[in-house]
């Protein structure tokens, strides 16, 4: 390609790039594979590597790579960043509505006209972007709200930001704009992040808004990138060359300009409908996948607002409605542990009912011994508990002044609760585990593991179900599940509550339950052989590393097959993780297991297409001529067995030519286009 063709390709690529970019991470609507989007990705940058010349500060491919920093640099904001005030209930959001209809009526308006927005308060870290002529120049905390430190190397990570805003054809970006939001890290990611902080015997963090404080906080941009942060942008700040007539339209023109802004904003012109809203937030605020500690209400109108001005530090035109807290102070009566499905003891707390956040809770989860120490918690203990949205509560630490001497220190159970096994906690690692194989708690957390929804998927069998069948002796494994006969579980007791006579009321399964059972368990044997592997719950074997395997030796033989050293040399996979492989393969009851599974109809090789993230995931061959050692149907399979694809003729999308003897008119094709073409011998090589 020429210099100017290049180029060319490059903008092309870098437009569609930030295009899916927004359709994935600001709309939630992608319209392409992640291949297809990773195609794009490796294409610009190898141009960008072969032409360093062509680098734009703004290319997607520059978000992650700047050197960690000595220190923040101090900036001042171009205006300063409010708080606001708050109304802790219904009167008092009623208050702030007289208060400023008092003031707009006397300054001539008339306040029964005054239009309002509500949106969430999300509980996050309040920052500025600061774009110049389209391109974000700076991002900075809030700090004191005059002066912030400047964090742009980690902002820049943080995928829903736009490194230029999103322009129609022609339109002229503003000189200067000042973006506001709120980052943050969605629950499931603290919860995984304080699970792997535990694991690794790391302190873990109190609540979302701290870890993702810490993350935007982070001298290393390469650490903040790991973090999955996320914004919400509720505010144009400072800005040259626009003008809104309301809070409304400002929100309009970051959402069309690439920002992200809450889907769930709304504008009443009534302000009965205000409060209802405030009230259907508190009520969204346990299903939301952020933390979220109040609504925010700000008055809509541009010109009300510079009427209404500031007071100190927070603007009379807007109020935050604060929740009920989501922290409360409890008495920790007692740590159980719950044996998981390897046999790690997970320590709880069992608490004094206490309200938080709306909801009463009276368990909590406690990570690891380790880190039950590490924040002092003792049995008989005042503690304080949070909860996050969705997140299992979690105990914060105790309240030591409540003292009175009578609490005990934690030791874990030298003995498993389940089935009386003495316990063993390996030598480096924070976990104390069972090492009874056929503990009844790690049988029964393994048939849960099983069927559940990332595995095999049987939405017929619940976890309650599966208790009550192995508490029955209908089943003592999960090869069981497929083996049951409908007739001995229609009118089967589960269990029983008493009604209001006092009479017992036995609760049977009934025929349809029973069906829909069978129905789901079915449909599960189509589940890839990844997914199988996944299902086995085979330590360390999560489903990344099960498709890695599965990729790599095709069908269960070739696994059993193999070597530690074998295993580990897989890409990925690693001697721990080899050795797990080899210690659940040696065991006969789940070879016996695997038999069974295999006798019910489950896949335990795999299928074409599968192996998304195998060694040819994304890459499109095409065959050419005949080949020596392969029918094309084998080099099919073997291709299709690794991820990759093939297709009927060459074209932009081929990646591969492959050239047998006597090639016909795709050589040529492949030839004119500049496609690699490779001999039999190479691409033998290739899949290794
Ligand atoms: S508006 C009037 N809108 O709450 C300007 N703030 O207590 C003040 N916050 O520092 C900001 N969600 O960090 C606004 N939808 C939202 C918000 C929000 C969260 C935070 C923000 C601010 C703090 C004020």
Same mark, same amino acid.
């Given at each position: @390609? ?13 437009? *569609?790039? #930030? ?20 195609? =794009? ?5 190898? =141009? ?6 062509? @680098? ?24 300063? @960043? ?45 920052? /500025? ?10 991002? $900075? ?98 800005? !040259? ?6 809070? +409304? !339209? ?65 603007? *009379? +035109? ?93 030791? @874990? ?13 390996? !030598? ?7 090492? #009874? ?61 008493? #009604? ?58 070739? =696994? ?7 295993? $580990? ?17 040696? !065991? ?14 489950? *896949? ?12 040819? $995931? ?14 094309? /149907? ?12 093939? /297709? ?16 016909? /008119? ?6 004119? =286009? ?15």
């Amino acid at each position: @390609m020429v210099a100017t063709d290049i180029n060319k390709r490059a903008e092309e690529l870098r437009r *569609r790039i #930030n295009h899916h970019n927004y359709l994935y991470y600001v709309m939630d609507q992608p319209e392409i594979s992640d291949a297809e989007y990773d195609r =794009l990705f490796t294409e610009l940058k190898r =141009l960008e590597d072969e032409h360093p010349g062509l @680098m734009t500060p703004d290319s997607p491919t520059r978000r992650v790579g700047a050197e960690p920093l000595a220190a923040f640099v101090q900036v001042r904001h171009p205006q300063p @960043m409010f708080s606001l005030a708050n109304a802790r209930n219904e009167q008092e959001l009623e208050d702030w509505r007289r208060r400023i209809g008092k003031l707009l009526g006397d300054a001539g308006f008339d306040p029964a006209q005054t239009a309002y927005v509500t949106e969430p308060k999300i509980d996050g870290l309040a920052i /500025s972007l600061v774009y110049e002529e389209g391109r974000l120049a700076r991002g $900075a905390t809030r700090g004191n709200g005059e002066i912030g430190e400047d964090v742009t190397a980690n902002l820049r990570t943080i995928r829903s930001i736009p490194l230029a805003l999103r322009l129609k054809r022609g339109e002229a970006p503003p000189a200067v704009v000042e973006v506001r939001g709120e980052v943050y890290l969605p629950l499931a990611a603290f919860a995984k992040l304080n699970e792997r902080r535990a694991a690794a015997g790391k302190s873990t963090f109190a609540n979302p808004r701290n870890a993702a404080a810490g993350s935007v906080r982070q001298l290393d941009p390469q650490l903040a990138a790991r973090r999955p942060l996320n914004i919400w942008c509720y505010q144009v700040g400072y800005n !040259e060359g626009l003008d809104f007539a309301s809070h +409304w !339209e400002a929100l309009k023109w970051l959402k069309e300009h690439g920002l992200r802004v809450n889907p769930l904003v709304k504008r009443h012109s009534n302000f009965a409908k205000v409060v209802e809203e405030c009230n259907a937030w508190e009520a969204r605020r346990a299903g939301l996948d952020y933390d979220i500690d109040g609504a925010v209400v700000k008055v809509d109108s541009t010109e009300l607002q510079r009427v209404l001005g500031i007071v100190g530090r927070d603007p *009379r +035109w807007a109020v935050a409605y604060k929740f009920a807290p989501s922290t409360a102070i409890t008495h920790l009566l007692k740590i159980n542990v719950n044996v998981g499905r390897t046999g790690a003891l997970n320590p709880y707390a069992v608490m004094e009912p206490v309200m938080v956040g709306g909801v009463t809770i009276s368990q909590a989860t406690l990570h690891n011994e380790d880190d039950i120490h590490r924040k002092d918690i003792r049995e008989g203990d005042w503690v304080v508990v949070q909860r996050a949205g969705d997140v299992i509560p979690q105990v914060v630490g105790p309240v030591v002044q409540k003292r009175t001497g009578r609490e005990t220190p934690y030791k @874990m159970p030298e003995s498993c609760p389940s089935c009386g096994s003495r316990t063993v906690r390996p !030598e480096g690692e924070v976990v104390v585990r069972c090492p #009874n194989k056929s503990c009844p708690s790690q049988i029964v957390e393994s048939i849960k593991h099983f069927v559940s929804r990332g595995a095999m998927d049987i939405d017929g069998v619940g976890e309650k179900l599966v208790e009550s069948l192995f508490k029955l002796g209908l089943i003592k494994n999960m090869a069981d599940l497929y083996f049951l006969k409908p007739e001995d579980l229609v009118g089967l007791e589960l269990s029983s509550s008493l #009604n209001k006579q006092g009479k017992k009321v036995p609760h049977r399964l009934q025929r349809r339950s029973v069906d829909k059972m069978f129905a789901a368990l079915a449909a599960s044997r189509d589940r890839p052989f990844s997914r199988v592997l996944f299902a086995l719950g085979i330590r360390h074997v999560g489903s990344i590393n099960a498709r890695l395997l599965a990729g790599r030796f095709h069908d269960v033989d070739a =696994l059993m097959a193999a070597s530690r050293d074998e295993i $580990a040399s897989v890409e990925g996979i690693g001697p721990i993780i080899a050795e797990a492989v080899r210690e659940y393969l040696e !065991e006969p009851h789940n070879l016996e297991t695997i038999r069974r599974l295999r006798s019910a109809g489950l *896949r335990f090789r795999l299928a074409g297409g599968e192996a998304a993230g195998g060694k040819l $995931a994304g890459k499109t061959f095409v065959l050419t001529g005949s080949l020596e050692s392969l029918t094309r /149907s084998e080099a099919r399979e073997k291709i299709e067995a690794l991820g990759g694809k093939v /297709s009927g003729s060459v074209g932009k999308g081929t990646d591969y030519v492959i050239a047998g003897e006597k090639p016909g /008119s795709k050589l040529s094709k492949a030839q004119e =286009l500049g496609k690699e073409i490779i001999s039999e011998n190479e691409f033998l090589k290739l899949i290794g």
